[in-house]
């Protein structure tokens, strides 16, 4: 068996427990996951017998050929997907599964609509639960992913004269331009540069203000290596640093190291979200915590599990999530560290080597 036909076969035993037989795929992450396929439009059949079927359109017909394994059938198809499925609709009678949290309002209307004695059936997390446990090789591309960042991070520290008060858009271009120059494909999120009080948003988008001496400088990037993604935040200042930005960044590594040190097989996602939370409870600063602690990251940048207050998911082995706590005074600054780690059989290990201090530049 290849690795996508197993994936495939997986994912058949997971349709069991829907009472379906078949599943209709058309999250590309999932399709991709499941098939190799990489293109924009591509909806994947899955049925407990029979072939898996990946249907697209004449602009993927080579692209389908070269990435998905014969053991897949391949139907080109134009006027959409919904109008040309109804010899398969006719074949698996009753029923189909589909993924609640992506099929769209108006393609369950289409598939009602085109197929009236067919019973649609929302699942949750369908391929979500596969998905969230990496294999090797799947661990591979992201520790891929985490080196092409951090070197694109590395050459643009040196890259930039930071006694120029270059813009945090020129950062996060200059950085981009690095991550691209160094393998990564289209970027998993947009770089995020923020400076001074602005590192007080958790999610700022890099404006034109100029990083300025005594600055705390946070950036928050990842790279797209193989499909996978990296996602790592990292905080710097500019020139030698002052009492009060050492002492926030020493509490926010204090709940990072407290959070990596909880996580392993078969701990509660939302235990290490309290970890963290109460690590900031006992530095007084958990008032300015206000998201989760972490999430998984394959290819997408965000997926499941979520280390958040109300996961219910617990950790298991060949997971890969973020922790990322942050601490943001409103109108004074931020700091968010943010590594990626792996759960294994014996607890964690750190994927991301960058140094977790705050950098003087
Ligand atoms: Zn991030
Ligand atoms: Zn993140």
Same mark, same amino acid.
């Given at each position: 068996? $290849?690795?996508?036909?197993?994936?495939?076969?997986?994912?058949?035993?997971? &349709?069991?427990?829907?009472? *379906?037989? /078949?599943?209709?795929?058309?999250?590309?992450? $999932?399709?991709?996951?499941?098939?190799?396929?990489? %293109?924009?439009?591509?909806?994947?059949?899955?049925?407990?017998?029979?072939?898996?079927?990946?249907?697209?359109?004449?602009?993927?017909?080579?692209?389908?050929?070269?990435?998905?394994?014969?053991?897949?059938?391949?139907?080109?198809?134009?006027?959409?997907?919904?109008?040309?499925?109804?010899? +398969?609709? /006719? $074949?698996?009678?009753? #029923?189909?599964?589909?993924?609640?949290?992506?099929?769209?309002?108006?393609?369950?209307?289409? @598939?009602?609509?085109?197929?009236?004695?067919?019973?649609?059936? !929302?699942?949750?997390?369908?391929?979500?639960?596969?998905?969230?446990?990496?294999?090797?090789? =799947?661990?591979?591309?992201? =520790?891929?992913?985490?080196?092409? !960042?951090?070197?694109? +991070?590395?050459?643009?520290?040196?890259?930039?004269?930071?006694?120029?008060?270059?813009?945090?858009?020129?950062?996060?271009?200059? @950085?981009?331009?690095?991550?691209?120059?160094?393998?990564? =494909?289209?970027?998993?999120?947009?770089?995020?540069?923020?400076?001074?009080?602005?590192?007080? +948003?958790?999610?700022?988008?890099? #404006?034109?203000?100029?990083?300025?001496?005594?600055?705390?400088?946070?950036?928050?990037?990842?790279?797209?290596?193989?499909?996978?993604?990296?996602?790592?935040?990292?905080?710097?200042?500019?020139?030698?640093?002052?009492?009060?930005?050492?002492? @926030?960044?020493?509490?926010?590594?204090?709940?990072?190291?407290?959070? *990596?040190?909880?996580?392993?097989?078969?701990?509660? *996602?939302?235990?290490?979200?309290?970890?963290?939370?109460?690590?900031?409870?006992?530095?007084?600063?958990?008032?300015?915590?206000?998201?989760?602690?972490?999430? %998984?990251?394959?290819?997408?940048?965000?997926?499941?599990? $979520? @280390? #958040?207050?109300?996961?219910?998911?617990?950790?298991?082995?060949?997971?890969?999530? /973020?922790?990322?706590?942050?601490?943001?005074?409103? !109108?004074?600054?931020?700091?968010?560290?943010?590594?990626? &780690?792996?759960?294994?059989?014996?607890?964690?290990?750190?994927?991301?080597?960058? #140094?977790?201090? +705050?950098?003087?530049?």
């Amino acid at each position: 068996m $290849s690795r996508y036909a197993d994936r495939c076969r997986n994912l058949a035993s997971v &349709i069991a427990t829907t009472g *379906c037989e /078949t599943a209709i795929l058309t999250h590309s992450a $999932s399709v991709r996951y499941l098939s190799g396929f990489s %293109g924009s439009f591509g909806v994947l059949w899955v049925s407990v017998v029979g072939a898996p079927i990946l249907i697209t359109d004449f602009r993927y017909d080579e692209q389908a050929k070269d990435e998905v394994e014969d053991s897949f059938d391949i139907r080109i198809v134009s006027g959409g997907w919904i109008s040309n499925i109804e010899d +398969l609709v /006719t $074949s698996v009678g009753g #029923s189909v599964a589909f993924e609640s949290e992506y099929v769209t309002v108006s393609e369950h209307k289409a @598939l009602k609509e085109a197929f009236p004695q067919l019973s649609l059936v !929302a699942s949750t997390d369908l391929v979500g639960r596969l998905r969230r446990i990496k294999d090797v090789k =799947e661990i591979e591309g992201i =520790e891929h992913s985490i080196t092409t !960042a951090e070197a694109a +991070l590395q050459r643009t520290l040196v890259g930039i004269d930071w006694t120029d008060r270059p813009s945090e858009r020129r950062v996060a271009g200059y @950085l981009e331009a690095e991550l691209r120059a160094g393998g990564s =494909e289209h970027l998993p999120f947009d770089v995020i540069v923020a400076s001074g009080p602005r590192t007080s +948003l958790p999610h700022a988008t890099p #404006s034109d203000r100029s990083v300025l001496l005594g600055d705390l400088l946070l950036i928050d990037f990842g790279a797209r290596v193989q499909g996978y993604c990296s996602d790592i935040t990292r905080n710097f200042v500019i020139g030698p640093p002052q009492d009060w930005q050492v002492v @926030l960044h020493n509490q926010v590594l204090d709940a990072h190291e407290q959070a *990596c040190a909880a996580i392993g097989p078969g701990v509660l *996602c939302r235990f290490v979200d309290m970890v963290a939370r109460e690590a900031l409870v006992a530095h007084q600063v958990d008032q300015y915590f206000g998201h989760s602690t972490g999430h %998984g990251i394959g290819l997408e940048v965000h997926e499941n599990p $979520s @280390l #958040s207050q109300r996961s219910e998911q617990t950790l298991e082995v060949g997971n890969v999530v /973020t922790i990322e706590p942050g601490v943001y005074l409103p !109108a004074r600054g931020g700091v968010r560290i943010e590594d990626d &780690i792996l759960v294994e059989p014996s607890g964690f290990r750190r994927m991301t080597s960058l #140094s977790r201090a +705050l950098i003087e530049l």
